[in-house]
């Protein structure tokens, strides 16, 4: 079980950028993979990134390919989430999320096969 605490939130004009951090303890980070999910009012939570243990592996939703990155740093064992163009139909509460399961990359763009959840960042960005 993995215990994560979410940071870098805030306002940002459209087209700006904007870095989040999420600090990870427990021995299970390593092997755990790391996802990123937004959920905006009265929306579902929607799947953003994912990454592998190992890093090898990155995963993003179609909205977001080519202006976000993910990326872990296990020796600090913290994921990072490099948000790039932000337009305002990014505006949503940014979650982490990890899982210790592996099976594919279906699985991981599914919330329910997340076992740990940090407790949210808001980003705003503006018109």
């Known amino acids: 079980q993995v215990q994560l605490v979410e940071s870098g939130g805030g306002l940002v004009q459209a087209g700006g950028s904007l870095r989040l951090s999420c600090a990870a303890s427990g021995r299970t980070f390593s092997r755990a993979t790391m996802g990123w999910f937004r959920q905006a009012p009265g929306k579902e939570r929607e799947f953003v990134s994912a990454?592998?243990?190992?890093?090898?592996?990155?995963y993003y939703a179609d909205s977001v390919k080519g202006r976000f990155t993910i990326s872990r740093d296990n020796s600090e064992m913290t994921v990072f989430l490099q948000m790039s163009s932000l337009k305002p139909e990014d505006t949503a509460v940014y979650y982490c999320?990890?899982?210790?399961?592996?099976?594919?990359?279906?699985?991981?763009?599914?919330?329910?096969?997340?076992?740990?959840w940090g407790q949210g960042t808001q980003v705003t960005v503006s018109s």
């Open positions: 990454i592998t243990w190992n890093g090898g592996n990155t």
């Open positions: 999320a990890s899982t210790g399961s592996y099976f594919s990359e279906s699985y991981y763009r599914n919330h329910l096969h997340y076992d740990s």
